[in-house]
């Protein structure tokens, strides 16, 4: 037998659900269906609201309208209810007398509970108090509700039940809502700005059988028929450079990927993201594709380019400043990053370690490029308010990308900073298989087995083999993107079920 939950339904709840059931049953008695029908005809209470509106008794008829939507507030005054019934456009108010909707209705009003879904129709118009209000001639119940629900709007205070019960957020926090509609926005205007440049979205494999194109720990699965090893993908991006071998010269996919890895403010073990590929482009080409892609994405979702991020605000006004990592690492920490000595100092300095812990319990001494990095994100990236392109990263970094000319230490990436969040990774593609392989099999030394990285992609190199054009390549994490642009600073906020633990069972 399973253990009650650690959060049973309070006594006081069992004592609404008991009577919302009790209620139920007088519904039906009255010979009314409490799980409604199909009921055509309504329109969006925020189109309903925009209608001209008379003051109701001044002998002048408003437009009769249909709604249906959810009782969020009830209160009556004698024999008249007053009602306010929230659809996902917005709220209005309803008035239900008992000598219009008549003895049945008035019956069915009588027991309406927060959070029972109904329709109304009638004259739209204003009370004397001035409030928009759709006086109803009939009303139809269109679904009953059995669990009691927050009542009015402050019941959703605790963040954790609103993720658990993101259905009664969505109703009751404003905010959710309307960042849900946001984001669906933000992947329609990236959708449509890529498609109009000719780029053409595909979709490929989430179950693969080697994990690859990042450093992450995937999630493993097994395929029973096929009595096959599989896991689920935690990049999206050599798929698509296949595609570049077989002629999708400007390629794209917006997909989920997984890593089995830690939870924080800015990650979850499963999010979205971008992908995309030009043949014959660049490191250049990917800036200022990405540029206009996020200054059209700022304009689907804000009058202005200057939007707000916490007590600070987000220019996104063309063209972003452009920084060479070397130079922002000299200036904020004070030294060149290729002396290895000064870059061990300043690691001590900045409180840095200088080793990783092995999986024997040891430790082992850093990579020089390696410090380097942990040095620009502890010092650099906090001054990095941005929107500012960090290009020339150190090769060590980047085996998937072409070294630049005439700097074989430094690789043509670049990473999109905004208040010292990464929000773009960009490349020139590395299309030489020999070099790729050589590189692969470096990575590949010392790793564990279950790190993605332990296998090689004989397939992908097989397909490099049979030649890709050169290319730019980006990627952008669309939670992060829809965090910055909606002002959202967990990534809880703007995944609409992110993972959270079970409730704990006593």
């Given at each position: 037998?399973?253990?009650?939950?650690?959060?049973?339904?309070?006594?006081?709840?069992?004592?609404?659900?008991?009577?919302?059931?009790?209620?139920?049953?007088?519904?039906?008695?009255?010979?009314?269906?409490?799980?409604g029908?199909?009921?055509?005809?309504h329109?969006?209470?925020?189109?309903?609201?925009?209608?001209?509106?008379?003051?109701?008794?001044?002998?002048?008829?408003?437009?009769?309208?249909?709604?249906?939507?959810?009782?969020?507030?009830?209160?009556?005054?004698?024999?008249?209810?007053?009602?306010?019934v929230?659809?996902?456009?917005?709220?209005?108010?309803?008035?239900?007398?008992?000598?219009?909707?008549?003895?049945?209705?008035?019956?069915?009003?009588?027991?309406?509970?927060?959070?029972d879904?109904?329709?109304?129709?009638?004259?739209?118009?204003?009370?004397?108090?001035?409030?928009?209000?759709?006086?109803?001639?009939?009303?139809?119940?269109?679904?009953?509700?059995?669990?009691?629900?927050?009542?009015?709007?402050?019941g959703?205070?605790d963040?954790?039940?609103?993720?658990?019960?993101?259905?009664?957020?969505?109703?009751?926090?404003?905010?959710?809502?309307?960042?849900?509609?946001?984001r669906?926005?933000?992947?329609?205007?990236?959708?449509?700005?890529?498609?109009?440049?000719g780029?053409?979205?595909?979709?490929t494999?989430?179950?693969?059988?080697?994990?690859?194109?990042?450093?992450?720990?995937?999630?493993?699965t097994?395929?029973?028929?096929?009595?096959?090893?599989?896991?689920?993908?935690?990049?999206?991006?050599?798929?698509?450079?296949?595609?570049?071998?077989g002629?999708?010269?400007?390629?794209?996919?917006?997909?989920r990927?997984?890593?089995?890895?830690?939870?924080?403010?800015?990650?979850?073990?499963?999010?979205?993201?971008?992908?995309?590929?030009?043949?014959?482009?660049?490191?250049?080409?990917?800036?200022?594709?990405?540029?206009?892609?996020?200054?059209?994405?700022?304009?689907?979702?804000?009058?202005?380019?200057?939007?707000?991020?916490?007590?600070?605000?987000?220019?996104?006004?063309?063209?972003?400043?452009?920084?060479?990592?070397?130079?922002?690492?000299?200036?904020?920490?004070?030294?060149?990053?290729?002396?290895?000595?000064?870059?061990?100092?300043k690691?001590?300095?900045?409180?840095?370690?200088?080793?990783?812990?092995?999986?024997?319990?040891?430790?082992?001494?850093?990579?020089?490029?390696?410090?380097?990095?942990?040095?620009?994100?502890?010092?650099?990236?906090?001054?990095?308010?941005?929107?500012?392109?960090?290009?020339?990263?150190?090769?060590?970094l980047?085996?998937?990308?072409?070294?630049?000319?005439?700097?074989?230490l430094l690789?043509?990436?670049?990473?999109?900073?905004?208040h010292?969040?990464?929000?773009?990774?960009?490349?020139?593609?590395?299309?030489?298989?020999?070099?790729?392989?050589?590189?692969?099999?470096?990575?590949?030394?010392?790793?564990?087995?279950?790190?993605?990285?332990?296998?090689?992609?004989?397939?992908?190199?097989?397909?490099?083999r049979?030649?890709?054009?050169?290319?730019?390549?980006?990627g952008?994490?669309?939670?992060?993107?829809?965090?910055?642009?909606?002002?959202?600073?967990?990534?809880?906020?703007?995944?609409?079920?992110?993972?959270?633990?079970p409730?704990?069972?006593?």
């Amino acid at each position: 037998m399973s253990s009650a939950p650690s959060n049973p339904t309070p006594p006081e709840q069992q004592d609404h659900a008991a009577v919302r059931l009790d209620k139920l049953r007088q519904i039906e008695a009255l010979g009314v269906d409490p799980w409604g029908q199909r009921f055509d005809g309504h329109r969006p209470i925020a189109e309903v609201r925009a209608l001209p509106a008379e003051t109701f008794d001044t002998g002048t008829n408003g437009p009769t309208v249909r709604i249906a939507g959810r009782v969020v507030g009830r209160r009556r005054m004698g024999k008249v209810y007053f009602l306010d019934v929230w659809d996902q456009t917005g709220k209005v108010q309803v008035m239900l007398g008992a000598k219009q909707i008549g003895d049945l209705g008035w019956k069915v009003a009588e027991l309406l509970d927060l959070g029972d879904l109904i329709g109304v129709e009638g004259e739209f118009g204003k009370t004397k108090m001035g409030e928009p209000t759709v006086r109803g001639a009939t009303l139809t119940y269109l679904t009953k509700s059995l669990e009691p629900h927050p009542t009015g709007y402050y019941g959703m205070s605790d963040e954790e039940y609103r993720l658990r019960h993101r259905y009664l957020d969505l109703i009751y926090t404003e905010s959710t809502l309307r960042k849900a509609h946001q984001r669906v926005k933000i992947l329609r205007t990236i959708r449509n700005h890529l498609d109009a440049q000719g780029y053409l979205e595909v979709e490929t494999p989430v179950l693969q059988a080697v994990a690859s194109g990042a450093a992450a720990r995937p999630f493993q699965t097994h395929h029973n028929a096929l009595g096959l090893d599989l896991v689920l993908r935690i990049a999206l991006e050599l798929p698509l450079k296949r595609l570049l071998v077989g002629g999708i010269e400007k390629v794209y996919e917006i997909g989920r990927v997984f890593r089995n890895e830690g939870i924080s403010h800015k990650h979850n073990p499963e999010f979205t993201m971008l992908e995309l590929y030009c043949a014959y482009g660049d490191l250049g080409t990917m800036m200022d594709l990405t540029e206009g892609l996020l200054v059209a994405c700022v304009a689907a979702v804000s009058d202005t380019p200057t939007i707000p991020w916490g007590e600070q605000t987000v220019n996104f006004t063309p063209p972003f400043q452009r920084a060479r990592y070397g130079d922002l690492f000299r200036q904020y920490v004070g030294c060149d990053m290729q002396d290895r000595a000064a870059v061990k100092a300043k690691a001590a300095e900045f409180k840095v370690p200088l080793t990783l812990k092995t999986e024997g319990g040891g430790t082992v001494e850093k990579e020089h490029d390696v410090l380097v990095n942990d040095l620009f994100g502890e010092v650099v990236e906090p001054h990095l308010t941005g929107p500012v392109f960090v290009h020339d990263y150190p090769a060590e970094l980047c085996p998937l990308t072409k070294r630049k000319r005439g700097e074989p230490l430094l690789a043509e990436r670049f990473e999109l900073y905004v208040h010292g969040m990464e929000l773009a990774n960009a490349y020139t593609e590395l299309n030489d298989p020999i070099t790729q392989e050589a590189t692969f099999r470096k990575q590949l030394v010392g790793q564990s087995e279950e790190d993605s990285m332990a296998k090689l992609d004989e397939d992908f190199i097989r397909a490099l083999r049979h030649g890709m054009p050169p290319a730019g390549g980006l990627g952008i994490g669309i939670d992060r993107l829809v965090m910055l642009l909606t002002n959202s600073h967990t990534i809880r906020d703007v995944i609409l079920f992110p993972l959270l633990r079970p409730e704990a069972n006593t």
